[in-house]
T-cell receptor, first 115, second 109 residues
Framework: ETGVTQTPRHLVMGMTNKKSLKCEQH?????MYWYKQSAKKPLELMFV???????ENNSVPSRFSPECPNSSHLFLHLHTLQPEDSALYLC??????????????FGPGTRLTVL | GQNIDQPTEMTATEGAIVQINCTYQ??????LFWYQQHAGEAPTFLSY????GLEEKGRFSSFLSRSKGYSYLLLKELQMKDSASYLC??????????FGAGTTVTVRA
């Protein structure tokens, strides 16, 4: 399944580094999402973009900065992260977030470790 | 906020049946999803329920009772490859999707 791809799959970074996560969807969807998944915790929605416009920022710290240049690509820029930011970062896409049956399709995630 | 509860872990034998329960308290309801997530992989869509009743898809079935705020995912004829985490997610009236913490199912030979 290569509908939603994410790079890199694994990332180790220091607290002073700047890095970016990339997501690309090949499904022709209009909406893209960033989620954070920590062990034994529910997926936490971070950002939502619909038709390239940010429609949701779920009180995410400013050290996480999203960018959506078009409906197929989504980035998450990281800077001065904390060790508690270590988690699996999942990207998802869907056709229409305003529909009840709208199904989100996920990428494999980036496993981030902050030292 | 939203409250979605599901058991943390379940263990079953190959060929058996396992039922994963999910209860929810959310601000409105616009459907309930089940996802399967193998370790280190993407969550994959299993089912969607918006009306009360049972939806069957091969070995997997999902049930919903809106009045009780309750759903279950039924896995029949368990196979080793069914060992995974199963995520319950509810869409509220603002169309936001909230997830439970997931149930890790271990299938033993």
């Amino acid at each position: 399944e290569t509908g939603v791809t994410q790079t890199p799959r694994h990332l180790v970074m220091g607290m002073t580094n700047k890095k970016s996560l990339k997501c690309e969807q090949h499904l022709g969807h209009n909406a893209m999402y960033w989620y954070k998944q920590s062990a034994k915790k529910p997926l936490e929605l971070m950002f939502v973009y619909n038709f390239k416009e940010q429609t949701e920022n779920n009180s995410v710290p400013s050290r996480f900065s999203p960018e959506c240049p078009n409906s197929s690509h989504l980035f998450l820029h990281l800077h001065t992260l904390q060790p508690e930011d270590s988690a699996l970062y999942l990207c998802a896409s869907s056709q229409d977030p305003g529909q009840g049956a709208d199904t989100q399709y996920f990428g494999p995630g980036t496993r981030l470790t902050v030292l | 906020g939203q409250n979605i509860d599901q058991p943390t872990e379940m263990t079953a034998t190959e060929g058996a049946i396992v039922q994963i329960n999910c209860t929810y308290q959310t601000s409105g309801f616009n459907g309930l999803f089940w996802y399967q997530q193998h370790a280190g992989e993407a969550p994959t869509f299993l089912s969607y329920n918006v009306l009360d009743g049972l939806e069957e898809k091969g070995r997997f079935s999902s049930f919903l009772s809106r009045s009780k705020g309750y759903s279950y995912l039924l896995l029949k004829e368990l196979q080793m490859k069914d060992s995974a985490s199963y995520l319950c997610a509810v869409r509220d009236t603002d169309y936001k999707l909230s997830f439970g913490a997931g149930t890790t199912v271990t299938v033993r030979a």
